[in-house]
């Protein structure tokens, strides 16, 4: 029976021992995904377009409204201020559609980046992800689970 506890407490220092250097690898990987002049040396472009993306959101959502310019005869001959508010409104409106298109874009490749960082950090992310992405995706189930009649 002596031989059979000696065992057991090789058994369980080695399971320690195997535990701790999980949790140290755990924690030195938490401390690199973590540490942001890292992520930054490792995508600088993608820390560069995440921020330009959160100042251009964050500018956009505490932006001032701009005040329209009064015309007045000194604007130019044969400049009418009607032709020259529907030309700056088309030129701004092109702007404004180009620059909603670029938020778009940025919003979209910062959900990936983020995606793809919590799939490297956390095991089963990426599965559950998909797999609620597709449940979103196919109205059928939903459907189905709110058509099916209640047991009389």
């Known amino acids: 029976m002596g031989e059979k506890a000696d065992q057991i407490e090789r058994r369980i220092e080695a399971e320690r021992s195997e535990l701790g250097q999980n949790l140290y690898e755990l924690q030195a990987k938490v401390d690199e995904v973590t540490d942001w002049r890292a992520q930054f040396q490792k995508r600088p472009m993608v820390i560069i377009g995440a921020a330009f993306g959160g ?29 020259h508010t529907r030309g700056t409104e088309q030129q701004k409106n092109r702007a404004l559609e180009t620059f909603d298109s670029i938020k778009g874009a940025l919003i979209g490749v910062a959900a990936n980046t983020v995606q793809d960082f919590l799939g490297e950090l956390i095991p089963g992310f990426k599965k559950q992800f998909e797999q609620t992405a ?19």
């Open 134 to 152: 597709k449940a979103k995706e196919s109205p059928s189930s939903s459907i189905a689970a709110t058509t099916a009649s209640p047991p009389m």
């Open 55 to 83: 100042g251009l959101l964050l500018a956009s959502m505490t932006g001032r409204k701009s005040r329209s310019r009064r015309y007045s005869r000194e604007d130019g001959p044969g400049s009418s201020p009607i032709e």
